[in-house]
């Protein structure tokens, strides 16, 4: 509101008024809300993320994400934050953070504890599809449903068990996001649940289970889920 003064009953915060509000937080000492269209603001004193010449502020104030990233919701604990974030039309999401880095909590790989005052994207948290992220005064969390596994998250096929080389090189599974050479990721299919609407690669193993869940016959689906099937 402009003070530092309590407020006994619910005020509208005029700087915000107009905006659309998609996600809120609040923290110990300060608090943070998405606008459309992914427009992050925070304000109070603590985890701020406006750089270390803003460690407060009255009034809500824009958090600057690299890479035109749109914010989709953030947590926050009493000395760092967490946001997870995606580009316009991608299906995936980044998750950034910020605040002190004790006991590797911002995620960022960082061997010393200084504090970041500005977002940082966590690497090893890119191509994900995040549902919810939450932090405590030690630790971040992320939920997600969909990951692309990393190159250096493994030097073999996780199928054929054959060591990648430059003549076999790692693709990633669209549906599982787990790493198989060309021969076992040979097949395409339309994933419409992660936003895929043309065939992209699948493994064997996701490609034998899809096409059988979805070519099962009706009459299946509905004695199991009847539990009128027969042993």
């Known amino acids: 509101h402009g003070t530092k003064e309590s407020q006994k009953e619910p005020k509208a915060i005029e700087a915000l008024k107009g905006s659309r509000i998609r996600f809120i937080a609040a ?30 502020t009255k009034v809500p104030e824009q958090v600057k994400l690299p890479m035109d990233r749109l914010a989709l919701q953030i947590a926050l604990s009493p000395d760092h934050a967490v946001c997870v974030t995606k580009i ?6 980044a998750i950034f953070a910020w605040g002190k880095a004790s006991r ?3 995620g960022v790989g960082d061997d010393v504890t200084d504090e970041k005052h ?6 090893s948290m890119q191509n994900v599809v995040v549902q919810q992220v939450c932090v405590g005064t030690s630790f971040s969390a992320a ?9 250096r998250e493994s030097d073999h096929c996780l199928l054929c068990k054959q060591e990648f080389k430059l003549s076999r090189r790692p693709k990633n599974c669209r549906n599982c996001g787990g790493l198989f050479c060309s021969s076992c990721s040979s097949n395409k299919l339309t994933l ?8 992209v690669r699948v493994c064997h193993i996701c490609h034998r289970q899809i096409v059988h869940f979805e070519h099962r016959p009706p009459s299946a689906n509905s004695h ?8």
């Open 88 to 93: 316009e039309g991608s299906v995936t999401n």
């Open 118 to 123: 500005v977002p940082v994207m966590i690497e």
């Open 143 to 151: 939920l997600c449903s969909h990951r692309m596994m990393l190159e």
């Open 104 to 106: 590797g909590k911002l």
């Open 192 to 199: 419409l649940r992660f936003g895929y609407t043309k065939p």
């Open 27 to 56: 923290g110990e000492f300060c608090s943070a809300c998405v606008a459309d269209p992914g427009t992050l603001y925070c304000w109070g004193s603590g985890p701020l993320g406006l750089g270390s010449n803003r460690l407060s």
């Open 224 to 231: 199991h889920a009847n539990g009128t099937g027969t042993a």
